[in-house]
């Protein structure tokens, strides 16, 4: 099992096909949003955070936080599965380089999740 409490590090865990990953400190609650988001939800947040990405990508690394560009360039992403999450999903990506992580993200489901700590299993 790897343990991971940056979203770069839960990003190299995701990429490397890890069967269980432990997730610790402040990426927990947005991480969790997104393995638990219902698929209609997916589907409309997956769109706004692919723009965001894109975004992101073209701004230099002085240029703006990911939090901000989030609530202003993916509000459907937003909406549907919330600030936290669509942060997540955008550093997700951001850290890997790719929008593909995200998705095999949603590959995984949460065994356990307390106290600022869950455990994701592939599915």
């Known amino acids: 099992m790897q343990t991971v ?11 490397c096909d890890s069967n269980k990953i432990e997730i610790t400190g ?3 609650k947005g991480t969790v949003r997104i393995v638990t988001s219902g698929a209609v939800s997916w589907a409309i947040a ?4 692919g723009i965001a990405y894109a975004a992101i990508a073209m701004i230099p690394a002085s240029g ?7 609530a202003i360039a993916a509000p ?3 909406a549907s599965i919330g600030v936290s999450a669509t942060t997540a999903a955008i550093a ?3 850290g890997a380089g790719s929008l ?4 095999k993200l949603r590959g995984y489901r949460v065994e356990s999740h307390s106290d600022g700590k ?3 299993v592939k599915k």
């Open 118 to 120: 869950a455990i994701l």
């Open 5 to 15: 409490n940056t979203y770069k590090d839960l990003a190299k865990a995701i990429a």
């Open 46 to 49: 997956i769109g706004a955070i």
């Open 76 to 78: 459907a992403a937003v």
């Open 92 to 94: 997700i990506a951001t």
């Open 64 to 70: 703006g936080t990911s939090s901000a560009i989030s």
């Open 26 to 28: 402040d990426i927990t």
């Open 100 to 103: 593909a992580v995200i998705k």
